[in-house]
């Protein structure tokens, strides 16, 4: 038996069948061998493959923006692009990212950077740089 495959096997045997029991699909890369482990230990789950991943989402991205486009719904068309990774998350790692984003804005706007005090101007550095000759 394969390595990989014999790790897939362990780590499934670790996490428990009730643990496999609540996953529904898994993403693996183009090694026939995870497949078929996850076929014999697991056939409830459906296994995607990481090139289909990329290439399907990609395309069914990119037509559903040249259809809201020819549509006129040019501002829905241009929400989509960089949207590979939100259409290809889970809920919960999505969430999460929010939390922090919310968390990250709410801890800039606290800071006195925002506190309408003025900068000191500087000229670049040149002052230094070059001493007297200014």
């Known amino acids: 038996m394969a390595r990989r495959k014999k790790a897939l096997y362990d780590f499934i045997k670790f996490v428990g069948e009730e643990w496999m029991d609540g996953e529904e699909a898994v993403a693996c890369d183009m090694n026939s061998d995870y497949q078929e482990v996850f076929k014999d230990c697991c056939p409830h789950i459906q296994v995607i493959r990481k090139n289909f ?11 559903e923006q040249r259809r809201l486009y020819s549509e006129g719904r040019i501002e829905e068309a241009k929400m989509l692009k960089n949207t590979k990774y939100i259409l290809t998350s889970n809920r919960q790692t999505l969430r ?26 500087t000229r670049g550095g040149n002052e230094e740089l070059y001493g007297a000759s200014l």
């Open 96 to 121: 999460k990212k929010d939390d922090k984003a919310k968390e990250d804005r709410k801890a800039n706007i606290e800071t006195k950077i925002f506190d309408g005090g003025k900068q000191k101007e």
């Open 53 to 63: 991943n990329d290439k399907v989402v990609a395309e069914v991205r990119k037509d």
